[in-house]
Structure formats: structure tokens, C-alpha cells
């Protein structure tokens, strides 16, 4: 009896199960376009005020010539970070979650992959209400939920053929995103901008009115940012025809135009005016309408990267589901949430996504890249690996007590452990850095002392 043929284009995208090859298909231009697309949201546009007042309580600023400088600083060391997470998925063609079996084991992968699941269908539902928010700018008002609901079914059409529409991106969108961005900063300038340097919230604190206290908790903000894409990465990477292709794209193309976006995005802060919508400065300039509908059309991709890596994800739980039955599922999902919540716990969100996922890449990269290879298991019964998850806990512990946050309960009992330990935070101290560098030496140091035991 002769092997079932396999149609080509079947070759040519993802697999629908976790025990199906992943094809290596995708070249460095095309997940550069990828990345590149992602790293242009309308996130970075209304979210610029993140930067400006990162402590969201409506008080103290840094000024915009400050806000850029942290949002530089955060997106490069995040775009750093997210090309070492692209590695792992391109040199095993595993996705992201099912890697962290060899990092922690079979079963204790499941927690992080449910802290995963749980913050994609968060960004996933953040990225629609953006774009309805978007949509009913553009168009002067309407019915926001039709706008929703068509984004949401744009969104499920898309993670269907995931390879594809990767591929789509680098041919047809990315050309429309270069040229709209080009448009609105040649626009922007031509309108004025204010002094940059002025501090709107605060006066004094150093050069450009900065304070420093803020300044980093303004870096941890836009780092987080990249860091939300960081647990996906070898979702798209495991395609990479290489693994160089894959970190010069994570790494360069996402940062680059994540720069370029919010750099964008703080501009039009310094241009608008109260009366406005946070998307009037692009809609008031000339044919802005026109390349703005670029921007809200290609938002999509956003969404779909979500959605689809949540789909992969839940295959670490459920192996044989077939990731379109899942794709479905949560399209309708995100669609309903996003028809329900708004956008006013951004900031608390995105702390929490970095005091999570900063530590965790800090243990993966100390662990992978500092450990032998063949020492990878990522069977189903991969064995337990409880020193990494204490490693891990050990970052997010300090994660924690440098930048609590803004979430309610959980803020609250890391405000006591400051207290209880008489910590208080210097200027200088970034949590993002240093909660890396902590799972970083506790993960090197956990494993140097597993392969003494072992050798003796």
C-alpha cells in the first residue's frame, strides 16, 4: 500500500497538532515582515501615555524627550531579549510552551503555560478593543461592537493559515505600514512640535526634568511591551529556515519599528489637544483617514498572533487538538470579552506580564544556551525540574519587590514584603534588568550544581 500523498500547500503551514513536524519555511524577510508588523500597534500610539505617566495614577510625568530615551532603552534590551527566546524554537522546531517541558518538566510546564494562556487571551482582547476604539475615531463614531465583531472574525480567518498570512504580511502589508509611517512623521513635524523637554507633571529632577524613579519604571514599561511577544516566539521561530534569521528578525526588525511607532505615538501626545480623541492627531492632518485605516486594518495581525499562540499553547496541555477547532474557539472568546472590557487596567497588565516573563527568559536563557543540548527533553514525560521554578520565583521576587505594580490585591501584598524587609527602591534600580540577571545567576547556579552531583 503506497503512503498517503501530502498536498504541498499542506507542507507549507503549520502543523495542526503538537505531533506533527513543524515545516522550516519561513526566510529572514519574511519574519522580519512579521516581526516588523508587530512592532507597528496602535498600542504604541494610545499607550505612549504608559511611558510618560508610568506610575497610571493620573500625577507625576516624565517629559516626552525623557519618555523616548526610556522608551529606546526599554525596546532595544526587549528586542535583545526577544531574539535569544526566537533561538530555542528555531534550533528544535518546538513552539514556545512545549520548550518550557525541558526547562521545568512535562508537568510543571503546565503553570507557566497557563499564566501564558491566560495573558495572550488578555492582550488578544486588549488588541480588539484598540482597534474598535481606532475604528470609531476613524469613522466619527458607529456602532463600536460591529467593529469588534468584525476584527475579532478577521482575527479567527487569519490564525486558519497562520504560515500564510505570515507570509501575506511581507507581500502586501508591511509596504502600506512603511509608507503610512513615513506620511504621519513628515505631517507631524511639518505641524510644530512643542519643546520636548518640558516636564508636564513634575518640575525639576535632573536633566530634561527627569525623575529617575520614574524614568525606570517608564523603561520597564516599554520593555514589557516587547516582553508580552517573548513567550510566543518559538510559536513563529520553529518555522525559521535558520536560527540566525531568526534572532536578526525578532531582535532587529521588532525593535526597530516599535521605536519608530512610539516615538510616533509620543509625538502625537505632544500634539493633541484635550478636546480630542487620542487618535486625533493622526485623523487632523492631511489625508490622515486615509493611512490611519492602514494602521486599524493591519492591527489584525496583532490580534492573530495572539489567538494563534494561544491556540499552540493549549496544546502543551492537549497535544492531539486540532489548533483550528481552538483558533475558533477563542476568536468567539476574546470577541465577547472585548465586547464587554475596556481599556483602564493597561498598566497593571503589563506589569504583570514582565514580572512573569522577564525572570522566566532570564532561567530559559541560562539554562539553554549555558547547557548541553542534548540534555533538552521535551518528551511528555520530561522530568520534574523544581531548582529552575525556584529560580524563577527568584526573579519574579525581585521583579516584584523593585516595581509592585498597579493590581489591586497582588500589588498590595508585595507593598508589605517592602515593608517587612525594609527595602526601599533606589533610582537607579530597573526591574526588568535586574530580575533577568537574578533568574540568570540562580538558574546558572542551580545547574552547575546538578551537573557537579551528577559527574561525582
Same mark, same amino acid.
Given at each position: 500500500?503506497?503512503?498517503?500523498?501530502?498536498?504541498?500547500?499542506?507542507?507549507?503551514?503549520?502543523?495542526?497538532?503538537?505531533? &506533527?513536524?513543524?515545516?522550516?519555511?519561513?526566510?529572514?524577510?519574511?519574519?522580519?515582515?512579521?516581526?516588523?508588523?508587530?512592532?507597528?500597534?496602535?498600542?504604541?500610539?494610545?499607550?505612549?501615555?504608559?511611558?510618560?505617566?508610568?506610575?497610571?495614577?493620573?500625577?507625576?510625568?516624565?517629559?516626552?524627550?525623557?519618555?523616548?530615551?526610556?522608551?529606546?532603552?526599554?525596546?532595544?534590551? *526587549?528586542?535583545?531579549?526577544?531574539?535569544? /527566546?526566537?533561538?530555542?524554537?528555531?534550533?528544535?522546531?518546538?513552539?514556545?510552551?512545549?520548550?518550557?517541558?525541558?526547562?521545568?518538566?512535562?508537568?510543571?510546564?503546565y503553570l507557566p503555560t497557563v499564566l501564558n494562556i491566560a495573558q495572550l487571551i488578555?492582550?488578544?482582547?486588549?488588541?480588539?478593543?484598540?482597534?474598535? %476604539?481606532?475604528?470609531?475615531?476613524?469613522?466619527?463614531?458607529?456602532?463600536?461592537? =460591529?467593529?469588534?465583531?468584525?476584527?475579532?472574525?478577521?482575527?479567527?480567518?487569519?490564525?486558519?493559515?497562520?504560515?500564510?498570512? +505570515?507570509?501575506?504580511?511581507?507581500?502586501?502589508?508591511?509596504?502600506? =505600514?512603511?509608507?503610512?509611517?513615513?506620511?504621519?512623521?513628515? &505631517?507631524? +513635524?511639518? /505641524?510644530?512640535?512643542?519643546?520636548?523637554?518640558?516636564?508636564?507633571?513634575?518640575?525639576?529632577?535632573?536633566?530634561?526634568?527627569?525623575?529617575?524613579?520614574?524614568?525606570?519604571?517608564?523603561? %520597564? /514599561?516599554?520593555?514589557?511591551?516587547?516582553?508580552?511577544?517573548?513567550?510566543?516566539?518559538?510559536?513563529?521561530?520553529?518555522?525559521?529556515? *535558520?536560527? *540566525?534569521?531568526?534572532?536578526?528578525?525578532?531582535?532587529?526588525?521588532?525593535?526597530?519599528? &516599535?521605536?519608530?511607532?512610539?516615538?510616533?505615538?509620543?509625538?502625537?501626545? $505632544?500634539?493633541?489637544?484635550?478636546?480630542?480623541?487620542?487618535?486625533?492627531?493622526?485623523?487632523?492632518?492631511?489625508?490622515?483617514?486615509?493611512?490611519?485605516?492602514?494602521?486599524?486594518?493591519?492591527?489584525? %495581525?496583532?490580534?492573530?498572533?495572539?489567538?494563534?499562540? !494561544?491556540? +499552540?499553547?493549549?496544546?502543551?496541555?492537549?497535544?492531539?487538538?486540532?489548533?483550528?477547532?481552538?483558533?475558533?474557539?477563542?476568536?468567539?472568546?476574546?470577541?465577547?470579552?472585548?465586547?464587554?472590557?475596556?481599556?483602564?487596567?493597561?498598566?497593571?497588565?503589563?506589569?504583570?506580564?514582565?514580572?512573569?516573563?522577564?525572570?522566566?527568559?532570564?532561567?530559559?536563557?541560562?539554562?539553554?544556551?549555558?547547557? $548541553?543540548?542534548?540534555?533538552?527533553?521535551?518528551?511528555?514525560?520530561?522530568?520534574?525540574?523544581?531548582?529552575?521554578?525556584?529560580?524563577?520565583?527568584?526573579?519574579?521576587?525581585?521583579?516584584?519587590?523593585?516595581?509592585?505594580?498597579? /493590581?489591586?490585591?497582588? !500589588?498590595?501584598?508585595?507593598?508589605?514584603?517592602?515593608?517587612?524587609?525594609?527595602?526601599?527602591?533606589?533610582?537607579?534600580?530597573?526591574?526588568?534588568?535586574?530580575?533577568?540577571?537574578?533568574?540568570?545567576?540562580?538558574?546558572?547556579?542551580?545547574?552547575?550544581?546538578?551537573?557537579?552531583?551528577?559527574?561525582?
Open positions: 500500500m503506497s503512503a498517503p500523498t501530502i498536498d504541498r500547500s499542506e507542507r507549507r503551514e503549520a502543523p495542526l497538532t503538537l505531533d &506533527q513536524p513543524a515545516p522550516k519555511v519561513l526566510s529572514f524577510w519574511d519574519q522580519s515582515a512579521f516581526w516588523a508588523n508587530l512592532g507597528v500597534s496602535l498600542f504604541a500610539f494610545s499607550g505612549a501615555y504608559t511611558v510618560l505617566a508610568p506610575n497610571s495614577d493620573g500625577g507625576a510625568q516624565i517629559s516626552i524627550a525623557a519618555g523616548i530615551l526610556a522608551m529606546i532603552i526599554g525596546t532595544v534590551v *526587549g528586542g535583545l531579549m526577544l531574539g535569544l /527566546a526566537a533561538v530555542p524554537g528555531a534550533k528544535t522546531g518546538k513552539p514556545a510552551m512545549m520548550l518550557l517541558r525541558g526547562l521545568f518538566g512535562a508537568k510543571l510546564s488578555g492582550w488578544g482582547t486588549f488588541e480588539l478593543i484598540v482597534i474598535g %476604539d481606532a475604528a470609531e475615531e476613524l469613522f466619527d463614531g458607529g456602532p463600536h461592537w =460591529v467593529y469588534v465583531v468584525a476584527a475579532g472574525v478577521l482575527t479567527t480567518v487569519l490564525t486558519i493559515w497562520p504560515l500564510g498570512s +505570515v507570509r501575506m504580511l511581507r507581500r502586501f502589508v508591511t509596504v502600506g =505600514v512603511v509608507i503610512a509611517l513615513i506620511w504621519f512623521y513628515i &505631517q507631524f +513635524v511639518r /505641524a510644530g512640535l512643542p519643546d520636548l523637554t518640558t516636564n508636564p507633571g513634575t518640575e525639576g529632577g535632573g536633566p530634561f526634568g527627569v525623575d529617575w524613579n520614574l524614568f525606570w519604571v517608564a523603561t %520597564d /514599561a516599554a520593555l514589557a511591551v516587547s516582553i508580552s511577544w517573548v513567550p510566543v516566539a518559538a510559536d513563529y521561530t520553529r518555522h525559521s529556515r *535558520g536560527t *540566525g534569521a531568526a534572532f536578526g528578525a525578532a531582535s532587529g526588525a521588532y525593535a526597530f519599528t &516599535q521605536i519608530i511607532a512610539y516615538v510616533l505615538g509620543l509625538f502625537a501626545l $505632544a500634539l493633541a489637544s484635550g478636546d480630542g480623541g487620542v487618535y486625533s492627531p493622526f485623523l487632523t492632518v492631511t489625508l490622515g483617514a486615509v493611512f490611519f485605516f492602514i494602521f486599524v486594518f493591519r492591527e489584525a %495581525d496583532q490580534s492573530f498572533a495572539n489567538v494563534y499562540s !494561544t491556540a +499552540v499553547s493549549i496544546q502543551n496541555l492537549a497535544p492531539r487538538v486540532d489548533r483550528r477547532v481552538l483558533s475558533i474557539g477563542l476568536g468567539v472568546l476574546i470577541t465577547l470579552l472585548a465586547l464587554r472590557l475596556n481599556m483602564a487596567n493597561y498598566f497593571g497588565f503589563l506589569g504583570l506580564i514582565g514580572s512573569v516573563f522577564v525572570p522566566l527568559l532570564g532561567v530559559l536563557v541560562a539554562d539553554f544556551f549555558l547547557r $548541553a543540548r542534548d540534555q533538552w527533553d521535551t518528551s511528555a514525560d520530561a522530568p520534574s525540574r523544581w531548582g529552575m521554578v525556584f529560580a524563577w520565583l527568584v526573579g519574579l521576587s525581585v521583579y516584584q519587590l523593585i516595581n509592585p505594580g498597579a /493590581a489591586g490585591v497582588w !500589588t498590595d501584598f508585595w507593598v508589605d514584603v517592602q515593608e517587612k524587609l525594609h527595602f526601599t527602591k533606589q533610582a537607579w534600580m530597573s526591574a526588568s534588568l535586574l530580575s533577568f540577571l537574578a533568574a540568570v545567576v540562580v538558574a546558572w547556579s542551580v545547574g552547575r550544581v546538578s551537573m557537579l552531583r551528577k559527574s561525582a
